[in-house]
């Protein structure tokens, strides 16, 4: 009986150690995902940042062509 209650008391401990860094581990990575929703990817660029794409007044079977010429 006694080698029992030994058992049942050691598996009681590694279910509570179990449970509570998987908890831990749970709040943590909510904090982490909370910190980060809160920074904005898409704001504008600040500085000297210079417009990668200019849309250029071409006509549709312009661009088509190339698009088939280039594979593009």
Same mark, same amino acid.
């Given at each position: $009986? =006694?080698?029992? !209650? #030994? !058992?049942? +008391? &050691? =598996?009681? +401990?590694?279910?509570?150690?179990? =449970?509570?860094? =998987?908890?831990? @581990?749970? @709040? %943590?990575?909510? $904090? $982490?995902? /909370?910190?980060?929703?809160?920074? #904005?990817?898409? &704001?504008?660029?600040? %500085? +000297?940042?210079?417009?990668?794409?200019?849309? /250029? &007044?071409?006509? !549709?079977? &312009?661009?088509?062509?190339? @698009? @088939?010429? !280039?594979?593009?």
């Amino acid at each position: $009986m =006694t080698r029992f !209650l #030994h !058992l049942l +008391k &050691d =598996t009681v +401990k590694i279910f509570i150690i179990f =449970t509570g860094c =998987t908890l831990l @581990f749970y @709040f %943590g990575l909510r $904090m $982490m995902n /909370e910190e980060y929703d809160q920074i #904005h990817r898409y &704001d504008q660029p600040e %500085g +000297k940042a210079v417009k990668v794409f200019q849309w /250029e &007044d071409e006509r !549709l079977i &312009d661009r088509l062509s190339i @698009f @088939f010429r !280039l594979g593009e």
